[in-house]
């Protein structure tokens, strides 16, 4: 895992507030490569132990409703590079034709595998392979879609200067999301106008405060708030 010269970052991404993040995560090599190996090594171990569990879930999701076990969506990650996400189906087939991005409470798009795989993350598991080809990274800024990216302030687009990932504080913080979309009229909206800019905010925090440590105290507290 490694920064481009700035010159050759997005134009984007070259403004003044990325360059804030961009100066202190410049100053952190060693943690960076240790998070990339970590991430590869952590990967591959976990998708070995948890093998037999991606079949059982791989198997029920099947006998639960018709479509694929994986689902797939562009999401964007570092630089702003598009990539697809690896997930456990827990929506009914062409379930984004039917309405928002985003998951609102009780949503019956959502299968009855899919709210178990939901409330212990279950989903998120086949995106060890998305971390294992340097898509994504254990900790960090979860992959929003590009119609929400578009939205990003010159700040927020700090965040993109590592890979996305499958946790992180603001995941923490905001593990109920879909109960404070659920009275939305309009739940596109909200998550811009309100969400986005909360959940924004822990993770630029995080950027500031980045260390391979600190990553390891947000994947525990991570795996306790889900147990709770």
Known sequence: MFLKAWDEMPRAMRNAQVRKYYEILKKKKSSLAVKRIFDIAASLLVMALLLPLFVIIGIAIKLDSEGPVFFRQTRITQYGRRFRIFKFRTMVHNAEKMGTQVTTRNDR????????????????IPQLFNILAGDMTFVGTRPEVEKYVEHYTDEMRATLLLPAGVTSEASIHYKDEEQLLADANDADATYLKVILPEKMKYNVESLEKFGFLNEVRTMVRTVNSVLK
């Open 109 to 124: 798009r959502v299968t009855r595998v899919g709210v178990l795989l939901r409330k212990f993350r279950l989903d998120e």
